[in-house]
């Protein structure tokens, strides 16, 4: 299990709390294009933390194969960041402990844990709508109107 993708995807995931806090993404303002843009004949991002931002996108894409979005596996990383946020004792090891350390306690199982709790939750939420057509309407009724206050917030001028 040392050198799997889980055990590598879970040491990724370490490393960009560490770094960053999960701050990063669309809605922290981070423009995913921008941010991995290299300086002119360098070949490496100018930001360092640019940089590491690159590279978990990389990472991410190994471990998820290029058929989703960078935008969308920093969301599903950001959630799972999120579920283990929640959990009192792993965030006292994470704060308190080396890397190493956070690594041989409460914190890989948790990941673990928080992905398939992700994925059950998907199901759950995925299965009736899909099941049932009037259902599926109705929620495909809620994301038109998600859709549209965005679009309105969006179009609204910014007060100063």
């Keep these: 299990m040392a050198n799997s993708r889980e055990a590598l995807f879970q040491r990724d995931i370490i490393e960009a709390i560490t770094a960053y806090a999960w701050e990063v993404g669309?809605?922290?303002?981070?423009?995913?294009?921008?941010?991995?843009?290299?300086?002119?004949?360098?070949?490496?991002?100018?930001?360092?933390e640019k940089q590491r931002l690159a590279e978990i996108?990389?990472?991410?894409?190994?471990?998820?194969g290029a058929e989703v979005?960078?935008?969308d596996k920093l969301h599903f990383a950001?959630?799972?960041?999120?579920?283990?946020?929640?959990?009192?004792?792993?965030?006292?090891?994470?704060?308190?402990?080396?890397?190493?350390?956070?690594?041989?306690g409460l914190f890989p199982k948790k990941v673990t844990d928080a992905v398939l709790d992700a994925l059950s939750d998907h199901e759950k939420l995925s299965m009736p709508l899909l099941e049932d057509e009037e259902t599926g309407r109705q929620f495909a009724l809620l994301i038109l109107k998600l859709l549209a206050g965005r679009s309105n917030r969006d179009a609204q001028p910014s007060q100063s």
């Design 26 to 48: 669309i809605a922290a303002g981070y423009d995913l294009k921008v941010g991995a843009v290299s300086e002119v004949g360098s070949g490496k991002p100018h930001d360092p």
């Design 57 to 64: 996108i990389d990472r991410l894409n190994d471990l998820c």
């Design 69 to 71: 979005n960078d935008e």
């Design 78 to 104: 950001n959630g799972i960041a999120d579920r283990i946020e929640r959990d009192e004792a792993v965030m006292t090891q994470v704060q308190a402990h080396s890397e190493d350390q956070v690594m041989h």
